[in-house]
């Protein structure tokens, strides 16, 4: 069974706080992305990346950044929480690596909340 | 630039009519196209894609270069077909719609 696994379900945060929201797939897939679900907005692409060390931009990346020091992890970094991050989280991977017209594989989501 | 279009934000029907999710797209080149579903409490999943050309829980997509669209179709909705439903272009990684959120009642 392929598996997606964002660490927290759930998590609150305080204004300035520096937040990692982590990812891992144990599927071997080279591509990974980050989303953002907002009712009414859809998922909107933060960041992804296509192989290790390897990071591009999504449509929303300001006020993020990423890490993919490894091929099975990769980390969402809010630099400076603000309450306008306050949403739900998605992570997802696929393969093979810089080809999109494949399955992604979806994590349960992290729900941040900053307050 | 690539774009995906959904109309409906919301789209009520009633058990056993026929369902249609309009779903709209731009860009460029040649697109792959796809649906995602999420049901309540569970995580987001393919439901299906262009490219196989298959029905999946009765459900079925063409795509219609012609008018950029790729609406999905279900002859007769069945109550557990209420979720909410993303539609997906590949041109350059993967790009969503803003999704419909389908209620079927009985």
């Known amino acids: 069974d392929v598996k997606v696994t964002q660490s927290s379900r759930y998590l609150v945060k305080r204004t300035g706080e520096k937040v990692f929201l982590e990812c891992v797939q144990d599927?071997?897939?080279?591509?990974m992305f980050w989303y953002r679900q907002d009712p009414g907005l859809g998922l909107r692409l933060i960041y992804f990346s296509y192989d290790v060390k390897m990071k591009e931009k999504g449509d929303i990346p300001e006020g993020y950044s990423v890490s993919r020091e490894k091929k099975e992890r990769f980390s969402l970094i809010l630099e400076s929480a603000s309450t306008n991050q306050t949403s739900m989280y998605l992570c997802?991977?696929?393969?093979?690596?810089?080809?999109?017209?494949?399955?992604?594989?979806f994590g349960q989501g992290t729900r941040l909340t900053v307050v | 630039a690539q774009r995906v279009t959904q109309p409906e934000k919301l789209l009520s029907v009633f058990k056993g009519a026929p369902v249609e999710l309009k779903c709209n797209y731009s860009?460029?080149?040649?697109?792959?196209l796809f649906w995602y579903v999420q049901y309540s409490r569970q995580r987001l999943q393919l439901l299906l894609r262009?490219?196989s050309r298959e029905s999946i829980k009765g459900f079925t997509a063409d795509l219609n270069k012609g008018e950029t669209s790729f609406h999905l179709k279900k002859p007769f909705a069945q109550e557990e077909d209420s979720a909410m439903y993303y539609c997906a272009l590949t041109g350059y990684a993967l790009n969503f719609g803003k999704g419909t959120s389908l209620l079927v009642t009985p």
């Open positions: 997802a991977s696929s393969s093979p690596s810089d080809r999109w017209d494949t399955e992604a594989f």
């Open positions: 262009h490219i």
């Open positions: 599927m071997d897939h080279e591509n």
């Open positions: 860009y460029s080149g040649s697109p792959e």
